[in-house]
């Protein structure tokens, strides 16, 4: 039972929709609108307000780690890692919105950092380069993916390392169309229009 608690635990948390909620009490009004049509800060930035993308960007990793934080204070190991991948789950398809989540990649990292920092440390370094030299969010994430799946396996055996690699692959899985605009060369880069 303390797994399905960690689960709805997990899911609750990732569903809160902190982009869409920021952007509607600063009168921005619905963020689903613009864009990509995501919750998350980077189409957050999309409405000219840094300062909201950068809330939504903290607020939206708070949830995975604060979901793995308190699954494990409650229920222990085990749990802590179902409860983190939850909160991705949750945070793409919130059942107050329609299920039109976000992309995961805020929650995905909070949650890993909860569950082995060492493996986030380097996704974020590999992310940081990939977006600063290519200025393209969507690049920087799938690369700072493909780094934690790498990481992983050698730092965070069993599992965590499952854990890591299912909040991989679903984030992965969200980023369908970001792909095939990469392939195609036609993904805008940060700061333009979708």
């Known amino acids: 039972m303390s ?3 960690a689960a709805l635990l997990g899911a609750l948390l990732g569903s809160i929709p902190f982009g869409l909620l920021l952007t509607r009490a600063a009168g921005l009004g619905d963020v689903r609108a613009i864009g990509s049509g995501s ?5 957050v930035l999309r409405t000219g307000n840094r300062t909201l993308a950068a809330a939504t960007l903290l607020l939206d990793a708070a949830k995975g780690l604060v979901a793995v934080w308190l699954a494990g204070w409650l229920f222990g190991p085990g749990p802590d890692v179902v409860a983190g991948v939850a909160a991705v789950i949750g945070h793409c398809f919130p ?3 329609g299920f039109r989540g976000g992309k995961g ?8 950092l909860a569950l082995a920092w060492p493996v986030i440390l380097i996704a974020g370094v590999v992310w940081l380069v990939v977006v600063r030299v290519w200025r393209i969010s969507s690049l920087g994430a799938l690369s700072a993916l493909a780094a934690a799946v790498i990481v992983s396996v050698p730092l965070t055996p069993g599992p965590v390392g499952m854990g890591v690699l299912a909040i991989a692959a679903l984030v992965a899985w969200r980023h369908q169309a970001n792909i095939e605009r ?3 060369g036609t993904e805008p880069r940060i700061g333009e229009g979708k």
């Open 39 to 43: 919750i998350g800060a980077t189409n």
């Open 105 to 112: 990649v805020a929650t995905a990292a909070g949650a890993v």
């Open 182 to 184: 990469l392939v195609a």
């Open 3 to 5: 797994f399905v608690f």
């Open 95 to 97: 059942p107050w919105i």
